[in-house]
């Protein structure tokens, strides 16, 4: 009887801690400080040079990149339902007609490499965030650069799509490299 009692027990403390809730360590309200705009922009007239073709593609990337702000973090994920940082690339860029690899670490391979201070807009950032891998596994899409702040759009596995600063201790230290793709 005893033992009927412990093993019943047993199993029920096991089937209600299936049931307990994650605890997050982030408040409830999130701070966006790069938003997408409000509507859906027409790619402008192709014009001859280059730089604007390569700009307007880039803020298009952006754009749709941007209406993934706050969805969750799920690895693998490419959906609104969740993603993870190659994945929120991939769909943005994909969007676009725009082909890279779908995860970061190859994503990293692609493009050219550029210097931290000649990242603009629709460039790529790629970071180490393991302390034990020696393999790239986190990228981020510049969305903004004003002077040395540059602003970028990732997925988190805390936060989900966020827009974060280079200057952010945790990402300065993290970050490898810069890649321009467009």
Known sequence: MIRKSILFS?????????????????????????EASPENRAP????????SRKNTKADNIISTA??????????GGTTRKGMDCSG????????????IPRVSYVMANKGRQIKVKNVDKGDLLFFKTS???????????????????????HSTTSRGVIVSSLR?????????KATRVL
């Open 44 to 51: 402008k007239e192709e014009t001859t040079k280059t730089s």
């Open 10 to 34: 047993l199993i029920l403390l096991l089937a209600s801690s299936c049931f307990v809730k994650k605890k997050t360590t982030y408040g409830k309200q999130r701070k966006i400080t790069v």
């Open 88 to 99: 929120l690339l991939y769909v943005a860029f994909n969007e676009h007609d725009v082909a």
């Open 66 to 75: 941007l209406t993934f702000t706050g969805v969750k973090y799920r690895y």
């Open 168 to 176: 952010e201790g945790y990402w300065n230290y993290a970050f490898v």
């Open 131 to 153: 302390k034990k891998g020696k393999k790239i596994n986190h990228v981020g899409l510049v969305v903004a650069v004003d002077g040395k702040d540059i602003k970028f759009i």
